[in-house]
């Protein structure tokens, strides 16, 4: 049986407009009334007016109320003020910047609050904390803890009540400490104290000592009972779906437990105020009572089986039972065997309870059907598709599919099981008779083979065939492949799947040796050109081993003559490589390298292509000289000559080639290059160049400038003549602080040493490990002699002694500026002595050295010579315009700088002054630097020179009149060059990138005049040796200029040519492919008419370029045009029913007949007078061929026209959208509309008849909802 629910007019009234069911009017059966609409005012209630929206208004005014809530603002700002006895840091000195900045920022970052600080008179702290509540509560709880002084106190209340305190997970205890800003410890449940223990601010303590005080006594209140009830009696007592005993709490205010069917406990537990208590358990005894002397029990078997049906989905059916019939049913647990089911109510009621418990147990049932496990997922079908359609239809039915079991196991409703094991024996009857399957013994190890690379083999085999392929994952083992689908795919598949087999087992490995550096080559950049070797060969499985591994071993797999090909394939390329990685290193001079680079990288980039090497110069930045040149070694060789070459030319580079026996070359490096490298930097940097380890070569190369080069080959043949005789070697140590001070200023000790002995003493390098070790080099006896000169110059160094001398305190700041550099200085370059003079501020002037006697000696004797420099110190002056400054300085003063070194000198540039009072030239347009930089630096003003020029230069007398003259020689000058006026835009470029491409490349300003001044005067300002230079280059660019507009006015030669308008479309063509075939095939621009412009000659064809250009355009345009006056055109009727078959999908195949018979096809507009007729343009002959084609496919296409017409009688026709009844849509009665023309319509201009949210009002009326 089943019930429907009607919903009426009224009905929907109610559900739409919320109103309660005490406002709706009670319906009637009259069948004139239920016609009726509804009123306007029942389908759109109006708005509250303002009587109704107060808020102590008792009853609601109208369906809006409860509609609308006011909005809250989800940010909020709190004030907390901290006293200033219970601030906890005091510090006024570090507001804003000490721990309590530090803290504030903390809490921020962890809460998400805003925090801001201020001081009260009272040197109290405010803190304003704006953000979302949450995150304002938790800042607020920060601030307390970490910000003020904390007191603490405790809490006596009793033990029972602390879990109310702490509330469900915590979370009222969280919310307490929240609130209050404390933090409240209460004892474990295992400790016997009753003292809660409150920690916080005085004010928060009290706030929290409050609360807990609430809760305890609000608990005080409560009490707890417990009541023995038989559990057989707990669902009399709950009721169905546990009505009663809800509305027993509802009722009393108490909470009651009954414990759950499950659990085995008897009590049922009360808990609430005591009075009410009372009363619920009353109730709840005398209802316990009332069913024990009237009810009975019967006891029925039932199979186990169908418990689960009488108990029904979550005891839905226990509980029906129990509300129908007052009877309730007791199931035994699950886990016992015992199948009787005990009814327990008054004896009346328990034939109906029974009659509804077979009822229930029958109405499902259990049902099997046999289908081989390998065609459950058919049944079920993709995605379960199959089985969704059975389900949809009988929802009820469970249908359960046991892996490795040929049944399906169907549960539920009888009727419905019966339907769906008909639909599940006819489909698994049906996949018998067309399904197959087959289980094949494939080796595992060649599982992954056939699956393929991303499992492309066996999803082709499973497209081509129709079939489904399960191999077992690799953890199984297992060599059984199983085939399942159509019976004759299924024989293609397995025979497909054991030829690949028995392919792979006759397969072979091979590991190929290639060294680890070359892999990434061979398998390119991502993948590139190992992609292209698998192309290549197909059948071939190339496996690289893991670049962590470091193994050389890369393995090959496939059929063995593909395996062979491939291995020679990349033992080639692997040879190549090889070959190609052959590397030298050149030694170029560091100031060659931007000749040998070239402008824009030119001829670093002719040499690369030329010699098809790889060319790597060192950084700019690095102090390293040495190009490497990889490549084949006859290139490298090749490209080395070539950079060699470039450096010989620039400079006086001599080359000279020294015989010396190869067994020799090993020593004379010296370990890591030592000796060698030692023989370089004492010969002013010349570069020697030994052959190849192995060559046989006993030609050694020097290279350098002449005199070095002479100076290194003396040295170079003295030492080998050394080597030859005797060598002996000995190693003396001493600390790296003392290495400048043996060597001497510019070398001088150490020659001394090596002239008056003849050993040669070689000094660590930055790069060596060791810095202490010093190696004497020589005959036997010399290099006794240099060891014991050196171990006495040491010994001397590590006798330690203090010595004192005067400097006039006015000298002192010169030694101890710029954080003591020259003090730095001297320490360095005398073996590490201390230098300490007085503290600024004590008039003394005694300055005291410590460290080796002859280091203390020589670093007073530099204090003196700078003392005398010093007080030989005079200041002069140079006078050079402020508008030069900025270039003589160079780039970041560099030029400056190079001339302090150079001289010695102190050089002091004036202020600049912004607004110049004197202004000499007139305003020049500017494409380089600052205006008015434009004539020479020599043209100064008349009259004595202004502050701003002068330059003043401190230093000995001497070196300032050099430093002088080197500062003038940077001052820049200007010449003028002649250049046509229509030349200059050309020459600065697009947005001056032409003008600025001279300046930097020729070092210089470039002044072009103002357009407006149409002067030919170009000024060319900088150094004068850059000046020629740039003429020339300026020069050379008018050249080019001039002969690009001589060309220019060669190639704007026109010529007409007159053609008919009705052949520009063909000479255009589609897209405009002749056209533009033409204007490329002679490099000319070719303009038609605009059709448009009515002025214009239509036939007019204009072609513009170089004169014989033109021509030969003209030629191919009138030779065009000659064929399409031979050409005809034919209008063929066409039944308009087939054109659309014929043009083909997006005009496909009309253009393939075009193309093949060469004519042009046109269809006639929709709307066109004759809808039939086709014209063909073309050749007579193409024309009739292509005709004849056309009407062979319209007889063709017309029969099918002909044939689906006939079709169409026969199909019934669609029902005639006419024949349906019109819609009255929705009817409203007493609407605004309908009223007498008394009642005025309302105005949707007006805010009082219309408010918008948010906006204000006028007083008549409020904004929607309650009043905020």
């Known amino acids: 049986m089943s019930s429907v629910a009607v919903l009426t007019q009224e009905s929907f009234a109610e559900h739409r407009s919320g109103l309660v069911p005490q406002q709706i009017k009670v319906a009637t059966l009259n069948s004139e009334e239920e016609s009726d609409p509804p009123t306007y005012k029942d389908a759109f209630p109006p708005l509250p007016e303002k009587a109704a929206c107060l808020e102590n208004a008792q009853e609601p005014a109208g369906v809006w109320n409860n509609k609308i809530r006011p909005i809250k603002a989800s940010v909020i700002t709190q004030v907390f003020h901290v006293p200033l006895e219970e601030r906890k840091y005091k510090d006024m000195n570090q507001f804003g910047e000490g721990e309590q900045a530090k803290i504030c920022l903390e809490i921020m970052q962890r809460t998400g609050a805003h925090l801001e600080l201020s001081l009260a008179k009272d040197q109290g702290l405010s803190i304003m904390v704006s953000g979302k509540l949450d995150a304002v509560m938790k800042a607020r709880k920060d601030i307390v803890a970490r910000l003020q002084t904390q007191a603490s106190a405790t809490v006596a209340i009793p033990k029972e009540h602390h879990r109310f305190v702490i ?18 410890q209460i004892p474990r449940p295992d400790d016997a104290s009753n003292q809660i223990r409150i920690t916080g601010t005085k004010e928060g303590i009290e706030k929290a000592r409050h609360e807990v005080l609430l809760i305890s006594a609000e608990q005080d209140k409560r009490a707890v009972e417990r009541l023995e009830v038989e559990k057989a009696f707990h669902p009399f007592i709950a009721g169905p779906y546990n009505r009663l005993v809800s509305e027993i709490m509802q009722e009393t205010g108490t909470r009651i437990n009954i414990p759950p069917p499950s659990v085995s406990r008897t009590e049922i537990v009360f808990t609430g105020e005591k009075e009410q208590l009372a009363q619920a358990v009353a109730r709840i005894r005398k209802i316990y009572e009332e ?13 186990k089986s169908q418990h689960k049906y009488v108990i029904g989905p979550k005891g839905n059916s226990l509980q029906e039972i129990l509300e129908r019939t007052g009877v309730s049913v007791e199931i035994p647990p699950s886990d016992s065997i015992s199948e009787t089911v005990i009814l327990r109510g008054e004896p009346e009621k328990l034939g109906q309870a029974l009659t509804e418990v077979y009822a229930k147990a029958n109405s499902f049932t259990v049902s099997s059907v046999s289908a081989p496990s390998w065609l459950h997922r058919f049944i079920i079908g993709k995605k379960g598709q199959n089985l969704a359609k059975i389900t949809q239809q009988m929802p009820k039915v469970h249908i359960e599919f046991t892996e490795g079991e040929d049944r399906i196991t169907l549960e539920g409703p009888t009727e419905d099981v019966n339907v769906a094991q008909e639909q599940i024996e006819a489909m698994v009857k049906d996949l018998i008779n067309r399904m197959d399957y087959v289980e094949i013994n494939i080796d595992h190890k060649f599982h992954r083979h056939l699956i393929g690379k991303s499992g492309a083999n066996i999803n082709r085999i499973k497209d081509q065939y129709k079939v489904s392929v399960r191999i077992p994952p690799d953890s199984e083992k297992s060599n059984l492949i199983r085939i399942e689908g159509d019976p004759q795919g299924v024989q293609q598949a397995k025979r497909e799947l054991l030829e690949l087999a028995s392919r792979m087992e006759n397969e072979r490995t091979k590991d190929l040796i290639i060294e680890q550096r070359f892999h990434r080559t061979i398998i390119g950049q991502k993948g590139e050109r190992i992609r292209e070797i698998r192309d290549k060969f197909p059948e071939v499985i190339i496996n690289f081993p893991d670049p962590a591994q470091k193994s050389d071993i890369v393995q090959l797999r496939g059929p063995k003559n593909e395996v062979e090909k491939c291995t020679k394939y990349m033992q080639k390329m692997v040879a190549d490589l090889v070959e190609n990685s052959y590397s030298i290193s050149v030694p ?10 070239g402008k824009g990288g030119a001829n670093i980039k002719k040499i690369r292509e030329e010699s098809n090497t790889k060319i790597d110069l060192p950084a700019e930045n690095s102090n390293s000289e040495t190009i490497i040149i990889t490549g084949k070694r006859a290139n490298c060789e090749a490209a080395r000559s070539r950079i060699l070459s470039i450096q010989k030319d620039l400079a006086n580079i001599a080359e000279v080639e020294v015989s010396i026996p190869a067994k020799l070359h090993n020593s004379l490096i010296g370990t890591k290059g030592r000796l060698i490298r030692s023989i370089m930097e004492e010969c002013g940097g010349v570069h020697i160049h030994f052959p190849v380890e192995g060559s046989g070569s006993d030609t050694v190369v020097i290279r350098g400038p002449s005199s070095d080069v002479e100076k290194a080959r003396k040295q170079l043949l003295h030492l080998a003549e050394e080597k030859q005789t005797k060598s002996f070697t000995v190693d003396i140590r001493a600390k790296p602080e003392y290495h400048k001070f043996l060597i001497g200023k510019g070398g001088g000790k150490i020659r001394k040493v090596r002239d008056s002995t003849g050993a040669r003493v070689i000094f660590p390098t930055a790069e060596d490990k060791d810095q202490d070790l010093i190696t004497i080099i020589g005959k036997e006896d010399a290099v006794r002699e240099a060891q ?29 500026i710029r954080r003591g550099q020259v003090l730095r200085e001297i320490a360095e370059e005398y073996g590490g002595v201390m230098v300490s003079f ?14 080796a006697k002859d280091c203390v000696e020589a670093a007073k004797k530099r204090i003196q010579e700078i003392i005398e420099d010093l007080e030989a110190q005079v200041t002069i002056e140079c006078a050079i315009p402020q508008k030069f400054h900025r270039s003589v300085m160079g780039p970041k003063g560099s030029k400056i700088q190079q001339i302090t070194r150079d001289y010695n000198v102190q050089i002091k540039f004036p202020d600049r002054e912004e607004n110049p009072v004197h202004s000499v030239e007139p305003a020049v347009q500017e494409n380089g630097d600052d205006a008015g930089e434009g004539r020479d630096g020599k043209e100064a003003e008349l009259g004595s020179p202004r502050r701003c020029d002068i330059i003043v230069i401190s230093g000995r007398k001497e070196k300032c009149e050099a430093a002088k003259e080197a500062l003038e020689a940077l001052v820049p000058v200007t010449i003028e060059v002649e250049v046509p006026f229509d030349l200059h835009r050309y020459i600065i470029g697009q947005k001056g990138s032409g003008i600025r491409k001279m300046m930097d490349e020729f070092e210089v300003n470039i002044h072009v005049p103002a357009p407006e001044l149409q002067s030919d005067i170009i000024a060319i300002t900088g150094l004068a040796a850059n000046l020629d230079r740039a003429k020339a280059g300026l020069l050379e660019r008018v050249k080019e200029l001039q002969a690009e507009q001589e060309d220019r006015a060669l190639r704007s030669f026109k010529l007409s040519v007159t053609v008919d308008p009705k052949y520009h479309p063909k000479i255009i063509g589609r897209k405009g492919a002749v056209i533009t075939q033409i204007r490329l095939e002679h490099d000319v621009n070719i303009q038609f008419p605009d059709k448009d412009d009515g002025n214009q000659p239509q036939d007019q064809i204009t072609i513009t370029g170089y004169e014989k250009n033109t021509e030969a355009a003209r030629d191919a345009i009138l030779k065009i045009v000659g064929e399409l006056e031979q050409m005809v055109s034919e209008d063929v009727p066409l039944d308009h029913r087939v054109h659309a078959r014929i043009i083909g999908a997006r005009g496909k195949a009309i253009r393939k007949i075009m193309d093949e018979f060469k004519v042009d096809i046109r269809f006639p507009q929709s709307g066109a007078p004759d809808p039939n007729c086709v014209t063909v343009t073309g050749l007579p002959d193409n024309v009739e061929e292509a005709i004849d084609h056309i009407l062979n496919l319209e007889e063709e296409y017309l029969a099918d026209v002909v044939d689906s017409e006939a079709l169409q009688l026969y199909v019934k026709p669609a029902p005639h959208e006419e024949s349906r009844a019109p819609s009255k849509g929705f009817v409203v009665r007493d609407a605004p509309w309908t009223a007498s023309s008394s009642e005025k319509a309302p105005d949707m201009s007006s805010s009082e008849e219309f408010p918008s949210f948010g906006a204000q009002v006028a007083p008549k009326t409020l904004p929607w909802g309650p009043k905020r």
Do not use: W, Y
């Open 291 to 303: 069913k024990k002397k009237k009810t009975t029990t019967i006891a029925v078997e039932v199979k």
């Open 838 to 851: 007085p503290r600024s501020g004590t008039q003394s002037d005694k300055v005291t050295l410590k460290g």
């Open 588 to 597: 170029i001079f560091k100031q060659f390298h931007k000749n040998i680079i």
């Open 788 to 816: 014991k000169e050196l171990e006495a110059l040491i010994q001397s160094l590590d006798n330690v002694v203090e010595d004192c001398m005067l400097v006039d305190p006015r000298h002192h700041r010169h030694f101890v």
């Open 167 to 184: 509330g469900k997970n915590g979370e009222k205890l969280q919310d307490l400490e929240l609130k209050t800003a404390t933090k409240i």
